[in-house]
């Protein structure tokens, strides 16, 4: 399917050892690229994006239609580039973006209203320190503890206590190299994605290797945020990690692990092969390293495509192929795929607020998975793990929560 999103263009790389640059992001238009002031001219407003964007869906100010819109109208009134940026739209709009990209994949002219976002965000958060609070915590815990969720490096192996989970101290040269994530290393919940993915790993007999205490967070979430300084400094520590390293490939259970460790390293200088652990998954079934017990119940299984892994980086066979092995019978929402909807926890989002609305993400996509009739909803995501699981809850739904890896492992022929 058509689609304009280029993983490679998410964020642009900022030198911040260049002592030169005084203004970080867009506060006025002339701070945004070229391309991106003329998006205003290409935009033919026939507001596709804003019908896909979920913050618009469940009622927040946000519509990168109108962003456009607006600066269009700025330029047919007169104006110039030097207008600030919050004349065109208002910090509660900026910061409901979650960065799904769903607004870039689907605009027939290619504009990028994404990329003004996280641009506007970087000037307020770095010029002006004018974030939503709640962002502080985690801002701080990847600053002091190298992890959003503010836990010591020193636990970071602590996921995998009882279990046997080699570091590259134990062994150096590993086929597989194992970049386990701040989620499923630190939050409770997911560490269980972490845990069945290793029991996965173990019984295959792969040669792999964990970073263990070595890890730090990809950056992600304060890339997003705006704060391309903590993003700089997590990614040029992992990648002389990695680079000491040297892995042939990389696997991880998280997408935006995933994503940024692919997509934004080689600005830093670190090319690698990155896979999501479904593709692993796959490829330990069709070499005959792992066959999962099929009888039983049947799952009726529905898949949440994690935005930064379908839409942004393409995968979407892999994961339901591996549900498949599991012996799902898998049912499909409505949007699906690179079309998915957002869980709402991309784009930081994960660690503040939600803006006001009619509804939140959420609710919005679990109350879609829950149209299908399925009994388990697949994620592929800690963040999304996260997200439905609150949703679930939130109503007191039977519905059960999974990663791939979980459905996998409880099935798996030892
Ligand atoms: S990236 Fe997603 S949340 Fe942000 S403006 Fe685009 S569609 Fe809306
Ligand atoms: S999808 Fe593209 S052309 Fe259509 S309103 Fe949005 S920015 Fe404009």
Redesign the pocket.
């Known amino acids: 399917m058509r689609s304009n999103l280029n993983a490679n263009r998410l964020a642009s790389y900022i030198n911040l050892d260049d002592q030169s640059i005084e203004q970080f992001g867009a506060a006025k238009m002339k701070d945004l690229g070229w391309e991106q002031i003329m998006d205003s001219y290409a935009c033919i407003m026939c507001f596709r ?1 804003q019908e ?5 869906n469940t009622g927040k100010l ?1 519509s ?1 239609a109108a962003l456009e819109i607006n600066k269009r109208y700025h330029f047919n009134g007169g104006g110039t580039t030097d207008v600030a940026m919050a004349e065109l739209i208002s910090e509660e709009a900026v910061w ?9 994949d689907i605009c027939p002219v290619g504009n990028e ?2 990329r003004d ?1 996280l641009d506007i965000r970087r000037n307020l958060s770095m010029m002006e320190s004018a974030f939503p609070k709640q962002l502080e915590t985690a801002f701080k815990g990847m600053e002091r503890n190298m992890n959003p969720w503010n836990v010591s490096q020193g636990d970071r192996m602590k996921w995998a206590e009882g279990m046997s989970v080699p570091t590259i101290e134990q062994n150096a040269e590993p086929e597989i190299l194992w970049w386990v994530g701040c989620a499923p290393a630190t939050d409770s919940r997911a560490q269980k994605t972490a845990q069945a993915f290793a029991k996965i790993l173990n019984t295959a007999g792969v040669n792999y290797a964990v970073l263990g205490k070595n890890e730090a967070c990809n950056g992600d979430s304060a890339r997003r945020a705006g704060r391309e300084d903590i993003f700089f400094g997590l990614a040029s520590q992992n990648v002389e990690i990695l680079n000491e390293v040297a892995p042939k490939r990389i696997v991880t259970t998280c997408p935006h692990c995933l994503h940024t460790i692919k997509n934004e390293y080689p600005a830093f200088g670190g090319n690698y092969q990155v896979i999501h652990h479904t593709q692993l998954i796959n490829e330990l079934v069709g070499s005959g390293k792992i066959s999962m017990n099929l009888e039983g119940d049947n799952m009726k299984i529905t898949f949440h495509d994690p ?1 930064y892994l379908g839409r942004h980086n393409k995968i979407t066979d892999a994961p339901r192929d591996a549900l498949q092995s599991a012996g799902a019978e898998m049912v499909e929402m409505p949007r699906n795929g690179a079309k998915s909807f ?1 869980c709402g926890a991309g ?1 930081a989002q994960m660690w503040k607020e939600e803006e006001e609305g009619s509804a939140r993400v959420n609710e919005a996509r679990f109350a879609e998975a829950k149209s299908t009739g399925a009994d388990t909803v697949a994620v592929g995501c800690p963040f999304c793990l996260t997200m439905m699981t609150d949703a679930a809850k939130g109503e007191g739904s039977e519905i059960q929560v999974k990663d791939v890896a979980e459905i996998v492992a409880e099935r798996l022929k030892t």
Request: aromatic letters at 4%; a neutral charge.
């Open positions: 994006c896909v964007c979920p913050a618009y946000l990168p409901a973006c979650t960065s799904c990209g769903a607004c870039v209203p994404m976002i935005c957002c784009g």
